[in-house]
């Protein structure tokens, strides 16, 4: 059964638990890395089952990711109330071959991204992050909304890459 909206949106607020989205966002490329540092490509390119994703495409939607909430954040600071337009994220792994991006490029994507999109965050005026878009599956969301549901997203995928290279 797939999860509705608001189900998605408290499932990662629940990964919080009285962290702030700031420190989330600030430490998890760190965490990652640490996390992936000695492990071949072999090992972070093998799915923990046929329909679960792999450490490599984790780290590839990660990239992805980022550079959505990134556009959605300047969208929504620049044109307040404008439309926010969902993806298939599985559509994407597939069709942009996350399977097969190596490990390491995509951790720098990402971080380099994510570095870019917490400069942004620091410049935005206080009432900005009030400023709101219209997802088209969830809804109103705000800055502070997105940048919350960052976070929770980032502790969600640092889970399961913890899961998969689990020592057994």
């Known amino acids: 059964m797939q999860e509705t909206p608001q189900q998605y949106r408290d499932r990662l607020a629940g990964y919080m638990q009285g962290q702030t989205p700031e420190k989330v966002r600030t430490s998890t490329p760190k965490k990652i890395e640490r996390l992936i ?77 994510r570095e870019n999109n917490l400069e942004l965050l620091k410049s935005l005026r206080r009432e900005q992050w009030d400023h709101f878009g219209m997802h088209s599956e969830r809804g109103k969301e705000t800055i502070s909304l997105i940048t919350q549901m960052m976070a929770g997203h980032d502790l969600n995928h640092i889970l399961q890459i913890e899961a998969i290279l689990k020592p057994r």
């Open 37 to 113: 540092t000695g492990k071949s490509q072999a090992r972070l390119a093998k799915r923990p089952a046929p329909e679960k994703w792999s450490v490599v495409e984790i780290l590839a939607h990660l990239a992805d990711t980022e550079l959505v909430m990134g556009y959605r954040i300047r969208t929504v600071a620049g044109a307040p109330g404008a439309a926010i337009q969902g993806f298939d994220q599985d559509a994407w792994a597939r069709e942009m071959n996350y399977a097969k991006r190596p490990a390491k490029k995509s951790l720098a994507a990402f971080r380099a991204l």
